[in-house]
Nanobody, 127 residues
């Protein structure tokens, strides 16, 4: 059974940083991708970034480029989202999802078949 468990959320002041983790288990091959999403109160879920477990390719939405960095530790089956210069508008529940794939497009990426989702981790950036 595939499981995704996020951690690392919390309360951080504007301008601060957090590193979110997504621990993946249950995959029987390395042919999958992990994408990060977030959903703020009263807003629709939005995609942020994606990384291919297969070849390490990374994808970002334009609005997070330069502030968020996705990475992975394949030995630990753990995927990270480093978030810097956080702003109050980054307040949301952050989720990781799989298996993808993700496909690059100009300024964005497309994701498919995100069948598995974690329960999310809350990030709060007070104004």
């Amino acid at each position: 059974e595939v499981q995704l468990v996020e951690s690392g959320g919390g309360l951080v002041q504007a301008g601060g940083s957090l590193r979110l983790s997504c621990r993946a288990s249950g995959f029987t091959s390395d042919k999958y991708a992990i994408a990060w999403f977030r959903q703020a109160p009263g807003k629709e879920r939005e995609a942020l970034s994606c990384i291919s477990r297969t070849d390490g390719s990374t994808y970002y939405e334009d609005f997070v480029k330069g502030r968020f960095t996705i990475s992975s530790d394949n030995n630990k089956n753990t995927f990270y989202l480093q978030m810097n210069n956080l702003k109050p508008e980054d307040t949301a529940v952050y989720y990781c999802a799989a298996p993808g794939p993700c496909i690059a497009s100009t300024g964005t990426f497309y994701y498919y078949d995100m069948e598995y989702w974690g329960k999310g981790t809350l990030v709060t950036v007070p104004s």
